[in-house]
């Protein structure tokens, strides 16, 4: 058979499949993060629609589009995935052509205001983690900077550091890759790094996706990027140190507790101002045991408690210290809504799915210990007070809500800061760690 003959076939093919695609009734729709919607978003979509008795399943891609087709009950259906960018899902349930966006940040405070006619998004209505992920920045194989601070990374981006001989490496210009100003992971970088958004110093190069870094890195021997934790196999990691702790290459553990300093969440928001049955049930999907083994399986980093054993702080409060011996750290760390009072749409999850773990048989004889952290503050009495509230906090929503009255708590103050940054410490520092022993 010809080349062309082949050509012709395939074209058939592809334009019967766009044609079907056209015909089959649309179950719901999903705009945004190529981070989730290159392939977290279909494994996912494919297996929510085996869960309910679906057909014939197929996947169609063109680039960062994808298509999840497949027969419902003898009908035709399809799931459509676009996937260019965490900004775009906002805008697409803005204007109503979508029903789910795809976020690898949060949503900004400027979408929640244009977004407000349809609803609280930052509510536990419209607002579901999903996963987590982590931004590891990344080098050529046979550079020997091995180690950097948040507060160097943020220089080598803005132009204050230009040399890698400035942090003992070669002598010569270094290549900062940025990602476009749409990505969910671009806005995690300027966040974590500077705080908030800014544009890219002119001997930055934007680059369109983390395949493309992720080629250059391995091509340019000055160049430095940042990968999701899932396309940074292979690749030569730097450790990053912010606050108090140690530098650190990124591992699934560390990731999962949230310690690591670019840690971010991944996010699915609805429009909370209406009920779409299939939505509702393929999120309920994907925050179930089966939809976060997907989740994992797709090289990110889910959301069911695991235990893990951690090292002792040197500098540790005794009875800290005691506990970090004896017992191992459960993955959830309990956060709070903005630095306040109130637990975050994550941590009301993880009540259910601590109390789920708990339920097991064989973490039935456990015993629970809440160790509450504070932000930074003068008065170190303050701080204790701060910390033995949040944990106090903790302790009662799951005596209250999940009947587990056999938790004990502990205080340890300001100890341990995850950063220094004024602006992210009350979120990040502020915090509630769960202990088995």
Known sequence: MTTAVLLLLSNLAEANAKANEGAAKT?????????????????????????????????????????????????????????????????????????????????????????????????????HVIGLDALVITVHKDNPVSQLSVAQVADIY???????????????????????????????????????????????????GNHETRALVQQNLAAIGYLPFADADDLHKVAIKSGDLAAVVPDRGIIATEDFPLTRRLYLYRNPGSYHPQVVGFLHFVESSRGQQIVADTGFINLMPVAVKMAPYANAPDNYRQLMESGSRLSISFRFADGSTELDNRALRDLHRLQDFMAEAENRNLSLTLVGFSDRKANTNISELISRFRALKVQGALLRDHQMGDSQIM?????????????QGPVKNSRVEVWIN
């Open 158 to 208: 803005s132009g204050k550091i230009r040399n890698w001989r400035q942090l003992g490496g070669p002598d010569m210009p270094i290549h900062p890759l940025h990602r476009d100003m749409e990505s969910g992971t671009r806005a995690t970088f300027d966040e974590e790094v500077y705080g908030g958004s800014r544009a890219a110093a002119p001997f930055v190069r934007e680059v369109s």
């Open 411 to 423: 205080a340890v103050g300001a100890f341990a800061p995850l950063t220094a940054d004024r602006e």
């Open 27 to 127: 179950l719901f729709r999903l705009t945004g993060s190529n981070t989730i919607g290159a392939d977290l978003a279909p494994a996912l979509v494919k297996d929510y629609l085996e869960s309910i008795g679906a057909s014939d399943i197929r996947q169609h891609s063109e680039g960062e589009k994808h298509w999840i087709s497949a027969r419902l009950q003898g009908e035709a259906i399809v799931v459509p995935i676009i996937a260019l960018g965490s900004s775009t899902g906002f805008k697409a349930l803005d204007t109503g052509s979508a029903d789910i966006a795809m976020a690898s940040r949060r949503i900004k405070s400027s979408e929640v205001n244009a977004l407000a006619r349809l609803g609280d998004f930052t509510g536990p209505q419209a607002e």
